[in-house]
């Protein structure tokens, strides 16, 4: 999640780029860069300075040449490549001419660079985004204008991309597009204005309008004009926006958790993006493990923390089941210091959101000094856990500003189901047809999500009923378990409500003496493999009094009858579920947390990223 920003036909282009850049620093903050256009010449300036990288552009941009009335501007949230200066953006061609900002993912960057460096290209990142200036760089030499060259680059390009393309020799033109990432158009008297979200271009524009999936717009002082893919005209979608800049900044919702569960199923689709190589291995960002070193893994531990603990639990499932090795589980705050033992042959897999989690970090290194490889799990590029990790898959999910972790969970699901699917491809625990229907499975998630918040009235709905209630028991069996502890722990977090997850097996050795009337359980019911235990121990505290509140599949025609309110979520894979059944509960969670008036981005006493012991 990159945040873009552009202008053209203003006389205060350099600072709208940069006004509208600070604005964008929740849609990422690694590096930041704008070009300034005028005939003939691009200029250019990046800084990679983390959260005050916009700050540190502000000063190189004093320096900027002036009366440029073109430019765009960019401020990163890193995938393919560290966020260093020379994989900020904008990126430019061969000529210095063609410069480029671009959110998203280029699932097939690997080939194209390859085609165009045995052309001559010179490639001065390793960014993904790079290759999309060189393609339009050779469409250019043919003689085709800014427009038909992006587009005709783009018939190229899969993946998820909102870009904005500039050309020295055509100064008062940019070329936008879009596919999955956010886009908008502002206009005003004489200038037009693009950006991926409103609040850039909020105060500046005066009409604002939608860019859909291969639509393609050129820009110019005197307005803009849109195509398809094939070049047939469209017609851009005029916006109403009454929001002011704190609304816009949410992105037209109520607060920072509500847009971040609404972003769930991009956050597992860009997850999942540019994972498979030509010979259909499922490869990793980064990669200093040997296949032989993987294949020969005898035992796997994870270590994590709140969420990722949650997410880590159950990566345990589809490891065991499709790689068949014998995996544990860890806190990671606990793990060094209980003299752990690390056989040859331990792989440590380190959970975190932030990459800077301290009980993480302390685990892997204790790991390391033991002798174990280390892979981390992470969704901020070069954070420390990525650093010193042999591996790191990054889970893509973007900027998470509430504390409350929603995406960043179910993006690290789908994370680690890809390194249990790595594992199962070396160890030949599964055939490749095995593989690739696992695969098509997951990346059908992202719509199962989408389905699920389509019907968020209906949690509403049973939210509003149960704002008197003060005791939550969170139940589940297999994977529903650790997605039960998951729910709970929203709850807690957000409402102050006590709530307890348990595996629904261990009712019975305690828990139930605690079940009663005015007590509510939730049963996690969609896997289909353990469903009629599940419903067992709906019974025992439906028979004690509880009222029940069931997630259960759209196909279950017996919940029904054994459950007070039903949730239904599609049907899918059982590994797959955890990413599915956990929405409802956060928006359960966030339904009553708001019914009760909580703050929920900024719940008491806690903190988005644990950096102390």
Not at 58 to 63: F, T
Not at 108 to 118: M, Y
Not at 127 to 147: I, P, S, Y
Request: net charge negative.
């Amino acid at each position: 999640m990159c945040g873009i920003i552009g202008v053209v036909g203003s006389d205060e282009t350099l600072a709208t780029l940069l006004q509208g850049l600070q604005r964008l620093e929740y849609r990422g903050y690694d590096s930041a860069g704008i070009a300034l256009v005028r005939a003939g010449h691009t200029w250019r300036a990046r800084t990679a300075a983390g959260t005050e990288s916009v700050a540190a552009l502000r000063v190189e941009c004093e320096a900027a040449p002036q009366n440029c009335r073109s430019g765009i501007g960019h401020t990163r949230w890193a995938t393919h490549g560290a966020p260093e200066a020379e994989n900020a953006h904008p990126h430019l061609d061969c000529s210095g001419h063609v410069a480029i900002i671009h959110n998203g993912i280029i699932e097939n960057h690997a080939e194209l660079r390859e085609e165009l460096r045995a052309r001559g290209h010179l490639f001065t990142s390793v960014t993904d985004t790079e290759v999309v200036a060189h393609l339009v760089e050779e469409l250019r030499a043919r003689g085709l204008e800014l427009l038909d060259a992006v587009r005709q680059a783009l018939l190229r390009v899969r993946g998820a991309f909102a870009i904005a393309v500039m050309d020295a020799s055509e100064p008062d033109v940019i070329v936008a597009a879009r596919r999955i990432s956010p886009l908008v158009v502002g206009t005003a008297p004489g200038v037009c204005y693009l950006a991926s979200d409103v609040p850039a271009i909020l105060d500046r524009a005066t009409a604002f309008y939608a860019v859909n999936d291969d639509e393609i717009v050129r820009l110019g002082p005197e307005g803009f004009r849109a195509v398809d893919l094939e070049g047939a005209p469209v017609r851009l979608r005029q916006l109403q926006i009454d929001w002011d800049l704190e609304t816009a900044e949410k992105g037209g919702y109520d607060d920072f958790m509500s847009k971040e569960i609404a972003e769930q199923p991009d956050a597992v689709r860009a997850t999942l993006l540019d994972r498979r190589r030509r010979d259909g291995t499922i490869a990793f960002d980064e990669l200093r493990i040997s296949d032989q070193e993987l294949r020969e893994v005898r035992r796997v531990v994870l270590v994590a923390c709140g969420t990722s603990l949650h997410a880590a639990q159950v990566a345990k499932y589809a490891i065991e089941r499709w790689a068949r090795l014998s995996v544990d589980v860890d806190i990671a705050s606990e793990y060094r210091y209980r003299d752990p033992v690390v056989e040859i042959g331990t792989l440590v897999i380190g959970v975190s959101q932030s990459g800077e989690t301290i009980d993480t970090i302390q685990a892997t290194r204790e790991a390391q000094r033991r002798g174990a490889r280390v892979v981390a799990i992470s969704n901020i590029v070069d954070s420390s856990l990525a650093r010193e990790a042999d591996a790191v898959i990054y889970t893509r999910a973007g900027l998470e500003v509430s504390v409350a972790s929603t995406k960043a969970f179910v993006a690290q699901v789908a994370a680690l189901e890809l390194l249990a699917l790595r594992l199962a491809q070396l160890r030949e625990t599964l055939t490749p047809e095995e593989i690739e229907s696992l695969l098509e499975g997951l990346h059908d998630v992202s719509g199962h999500i989408a389905t699920v918040l389509s019907r968020r009235g209906d949690v509403d709905a049973v939210a509003a009923q149960l704002l008197d209630a003060h005791d939550y028991f969170f139940i589940g069996r297999h994977v529903g378990f650790p997605t039960a502890l998951e729910g709970a722990l929203k709850l807690k977090e957000i409402t102050y409500l006590h709530a307890e997850g348990y595996a629904a097996g261990e009712l019975k050795h305690g828990p139930l003496a605690l079940i009663e009337p005015g007590v509510i359980v939730v049963a996690v019911t969609t896997d289909v493999n353990m469903h009629e235990k599940i419903l067992s121990n709906v019974a025992e505290v439906k028979a004690r009094g509880a009222t029940v509140i069931a997630v259960a599949t759209d196909d279950d025609d017996q919940i029904d009858a054994v459950a007070d309110f039903v949730v239904r979520v599609p049907a899918t894979d059982p590994m797959f579920t955890p990413m599915i059944d956990i929405v409802p509960l956060q928006l359960l969670a966030y339904s009553l947390a708001r019914g009760l008036g909580r703050n929920v981005d900024r719940p008491r006493n806690l903190a988005k990223t644990v950096t102390v012991e």
